[in-house]
């Protein structure tokens, strides 16, 4: 009831894109905004980007401007488009649910409810 499922992932060149899924409880949509995450072996899981339950987004400096949030509400679904992929965007990219504001929700420890993750990865 509180599990996110993320789908999209995958082996791409750099300069590719890829389109991450993220489905969500309905309830649990209603009620947070929605966050991406990605950690890579032996880092910290860092914020990628969010979109509030009003629609408004924000994103981290190293993806502005190259990926975008968005979401499907009568699917329950958000999704992160990622544009121009480059080799330092490999890691494993997690959904979450977070509750608060900007800019605490781009503290992984924030969030309340976290997906399995997905792998992405770019070779050069």
């Known amino acids: 009831q509180v599990q996110l499922v993320e789908s999209g992932g995958g082996l791409v060149q750099a300069g590719n894109s890829l389109r991450l899924s993220c489905t969500a409880p309905?309830?649990?949509?209603?009620?947070?905004?929605l966050s991406w995450f990605r950690q890579a072996p032996g880092s910290e899981r860092k914020f990628v980007a969010h979109?509030?339950?009003?629609?408004?987004?924000y994103y981290s400096d190293s993806v502005k401007g190259r990926f975008t949030i968005s979401r499907d509400v009568a699917k329950y679904t958000v999704y992160l488009q990622m544009d121009n992929l480059k080799p330092e965007d490999t890691a494993v990219y997690y959904c979450?649910?977070?509750?608060?504001?900007?800019?605490?929700?781009?503290?992984?420890?924030?969030?309340?409810?976290w997906g399995r993750g997905t792998q992405v990865t770019v070779s050069s």
């Open positions: 979450g649910a977070a509750l608060g504001a900007w800019p605490g929700i781009a503290n992984w420890k924030t969030v309340t409810s």
């Open positions: 979109i509030t339950r009003a629609g408004g987004t």
């Open positions: 309905a309830r649990t949509f209603a009620t947070s905004g």
